[in-house]
């Protein structure tokens, strides 16, 4: 029997986005969770005495210089130096604009494949691992033609850092089909790159195992990477768990109550699904949201900091999961037949708000703030020519539900 595990996208010392940050207690496992899932990838190898540990790439995140990054990924992979492990490594579009990868001397167990590709036989194992790096940090082109024909009678595991036929928010480099892969005749295909786990085929396998550890509410969900398992009968899989922080979307459902103890109850009771999807030591972020039809519409939303407030408290009390956001996704008790005052005025408010002279006066009030903020900032929030005109008609579509349940919520 041999084992080999496969990860890719580790992304290392990138940092995690999200609200949570502003809670203390929580600040430091967040910030460090990518070096922590890193280290559950070398303890698995260990556990699991894995006849090889194979990156992806996109080990590194981006073009940082830190001399503890570089410190910490040598005292993992001497870990398995140590044990007798090594380590197949090609580079991906984020460690080739890395200066680490060329600076630092890795454990003589790593092997790191270059951008005219190569194979290396797994000592005493009739198994071939072939791979190509990228040689800067585009590759707008298919790499396939730089791998050698597979070792005939032998095992042939193939590293490739491809976005395939493309993928939705990632950029397309060494584009290929699966099906180009499987006429190639290798046993077993390890990407990386995208970072949503897919198997893409079974007979060769094509396996995409996703990102070592989610970073924000884009990347919801357990992360994993792949234990291959050889034997005479061929190439099994199995997920191993990696993430030390996840990010779930989540919704409670609040229909009848009418009370706020009964929704602060469905709350209680409905946070205990995330918890059991939980692997053992790990946290959860939420992206918390209100669902449903409550007498109690108006005075929600009229009270929306309150419920924040009051759901971060009742999750953190579980220690496992913490509440980054808060939405409302409310449906409004079915109307009567007179509109109220406060009705006629919530419509005012919308008309005003589609005005000509309201609108270039809150684009201008935005962009005056937004003015104020750093570069970098300004420039992710305003993306495009109609970015701005856009998040003004959004925030003032926003100020305006908000005093309509402030009234609201005041009258009924």
Known sequence: MIKLLHTADVHLDSPLTSLALRDESLRESIQSATRSAFVQIIDTSLAENVDALLIAGDLYDGAQRSAKTAAFLTGQLERLRTAGIPVFYIKGNHDAENPITGEVALPDNVHIFDGRGGKQQLEGKNVWIHGVSFNGKHAPDSLLSKFEAPVPGAVNIAMLHTSLAGATGHDNYAPCSVAELSALGFDYWALGHIHKRQVHSEAPWVVMPGILQGRDIGEAGSKSATLLTIEDEGIAIEEVPTSVVTFLGHNIDVSGAENDDEIRQRIRSGIHGPIEGLQA???????????????????????????????????????????????????????????????????????????EGFAAQAQAEVDDVLSQLPSTRRAELLSDETALADLTRDLAEAGSKHLYALMKGASE
């Open 281 to 355: 030591g790990n946290n959860a972020i939420l992206r918390l949201t209100l669902v449903g039809r409550t007498t109690q519409h108006w005075q929600v939303l009229r009270d929306r900091d309150v419920w924040a407030e009051t759901v971060s408290q009742i999750t953190e009390e579980t220690g496992r999961l913490w509440v980054e956001k808060l939405d409302f996704a409310l449906e409004a008790p079915n109307a009567v037949a007179d509109s109220s005052a406060t009705d006629e005025l919530g419509q005012l408010m919308k008309q005003i708000a589609m005005e």
